[in-house]
């Protein structure tokens, strides 16, 4: 399976502040997906970043407050724009791989997430 | 987004009992997976299913895909201190677009 690196790891932030994630996967990857996790919840699924074009969102989830970047198959960010209290969550990069290189794909590996935390 | 149901929300057992859990949807998924999570970190992948019906084993481990596809069972067997943790399911509906359950919480008593 790939090796998923999220920077930062955690941060405490200002209400009003944006923060960018940075997702560096050590091999190339077609599908990089970021989703949300607050306090005792579990994961909601933000938006798949496409590499050269838009990321594609999720109910609920708009460019403005969270714009993605994939400037390549190796690297994307996430911004969490304007944030307030609510946005305190653990932020979680993943990539579609395989296990053990079978020929099986559609496997979901995550990164060790950013912890956010908003004053 | 799609809703996957979890049950139980939490469990409470005795060092090397079994555990059961399962996961429901609404929706028909091609694949089923089931992660574990640790405090502090991201989900790690215990089991991928791919057809219905398939029955996987990873170790004390094992998973079903319901003949529905709109169902996935997970056990665990003999547990062990080291199994507590939260874990969640998760379905690809349309090839590449993950879902996650609500989670089931296991505490395992010494």
């Known amino acids: ?119 | 987004g799609q809703q996957l149901n979890q049950s139980p929300q939490s469990m409470f057992i005795q060092e090397g009992e079994d555990v059961s859990m399962n996961c429901t949807s609404s929706s028909i998924f091609n694949t089923w997976l089931w992660y574990k999570q640790d405090p502090g970190e991201g989900p790690v992948l215990l089991i991928a299913l791919y057809k219905a019906g398939e029955l996987t084993s990873n170790g004390r481990l094992t998973a079903q895909f319901g003949t529905t596809r709109k169902d996935s069972f997970l056990n665990i067997s003999a547990s062990i201190p080291s199994d507590v943790g939260i874990y969640f399911c998760a379905g690809d509906l349309t090839g590449n677009q993950f879902y996650f359950g609500t989670g089931t919480s296991l505490t395992v008593i010494p």
């Open chain 1, 1 to 119: 399976s790939a090796v998923i690196s999220q920077k930062p790891s955690r941060d405490i932030c200002q209400r009003g502040t944006s923060l960018t994630i940075q997702c560096q996967v050590d091999s190339q990857v077609t599908m990089m997906f970021w989703y949300r996790q607050q306090p005792g919840q579990s994961l909601t699924l933000i938006a798949t970043a496409n590499q050269g074009s838009e990321a594609t969102y999720e109910s609920g989830f708009v460019i403005d407050k969270f714009p993605i970047s994939r400037p390549n198959l190796t690297f994307s960010t996430l911004t969490v724009s304007n944030m307030s209290p609510e946005d305190s969550s653990i932020y979680l990069c993943s990539v579609v791989g395989s296990l053990g290189g079978s020929a099986n794909t559609g496997e979901l590996f995550f990164g060790e997430g950013s912890r956010l935390t908003v004053l």
